[in-house]
Nanobody
C-alpha cells in the first residue's frame, strides 16, 4: 500500500513536503521509490526517484535545485521536499514503487513503477 500526504495550497515561492508511506513492500537494492506528477490535460511526468542501499537519487531537470527526495526506512516513508514552488508545479503528485529498476529521467524509459498511490493535490497559486 502506498499513501501520499502533505499536499495543499501554497503561494508561489513557498514550500511543501510530501510524504509517501509504503507498507507491505520489501525494498531491496534493486527497487526504487519515485515521485511523479500529472497536471490537468498533461501527461504524467517523473519528478524524482530514490533507490539502492546507498540512497541514489535522481531528478527531472525542472526539479533540480528546488526539490529534494529522502527516505526514513524505519518509518517506511519517502519524502519530497519542494521549495521555491511555481504555479507550473500545480499537479497531482503520486508516488510509485518499482520492484526492480527505475525511471530514467533523460529518456523517460525504465520502470516507472509497479505499484502506485492515489496521489495528493499540490496547488501553487496566489
Amino acid at each position: 500500500q502506498l499513501v501520499e500526504s502533505g499536499g495543499g495550497l501554497v503561494q508561489p515561492g513557498g514550500s511543501l513536503r510530501l510524504s509517501c508511506e509504503h507498507t507491505g513492500f520489501i525494498l531491496d537494492e534493486y527497487a526504487s521509490v519515485s515521485w511523479f506528477r500529472q497536471a490537468p490535460g498533461k501527461s504524467r511526468q517523473g519528478v524524482s526517484s530514490i533507490r539502492g542501499s546507498g540512497d541514489i537519487t535522481s531528478y527531472a531537470d525542472f526539479a533540480k535545485g528546488r526539490f529534494s527526495i529522502s527516505r526514513d526506512n524505519a518509518n517506511n516513508t519517502v519524502y519530497l521536499q519542494m521549495d521555491s514552488l511555481k504555479p507550473e508545479d500545480t499537479a497531482i503528485y503520486y508516488c510509485a514503487v518499482a520492484e526492480s529498476g527505475c525511471i530514467q529521467f533523460n529518456s523517460g524509459s525504465g520502470n516507472w513503477g509497479d505499484y502506485w498511490g492515489q496521489g495528493t493535490q499540490v496547488t501553487v497559486s496566489s
